[in-house]
Nanobody, 119 residues
């Protein structure tokens, strides 16, 4: 069973930055970050595979950067110029076959870490 654990969430003012990390047990070909705000569906933020192919949601392009280590056991999300609409619970996930922003493509999930951006 693959286990994931996020860290790095917190509260910042608009325009600030946060760095999320996800530790993953075992090697994972394909991983991603998702978020879910209250009353909204879970949405893909960014995904990456073992060849470092990337995909970002349009809403975060140019502000967020996803990365992973060579072993595929640590994945990071650098978030800059944060906006109040980025406020959500952020989840890391793995187990996809191809990079995707669709939550249904991922098998394993972490418990989440809260990100709150105030205006």
């Amino acid at each position: 069973q693959v286990q994931l654990m996020e860290s790095g969430g917190g509260s910042v003012q608009a325009g600030g930055s946060l760095r999320l990390s996800c530790k993953v047990s075992g090697y994972n070909k394909c991983m991603g970050w998702f978020r879910q705000a209250p009353g909204k569906e879970r949405e893909g933020v960014a995904t990456i595979d073992d060849l470092n192919y990337l995909r970002y949601a349009d809403s975060v392009k140019g502000r967020f950067t996803i990365s992973r280590d060579a072993d595929g056991t640590v994945m990071n999300l650098e978030m800059n110029n944060l906006k109040p609409e980025d406020t959500a619970m952020y989840y890391c996930a793995s187990g996809c076959v191809l990079i995707s922003l669709r939550p249904t493509e991922f098998r394993y999930w972490g418990p989440g870490t809260q990100v709150t951006v105030s205006s």
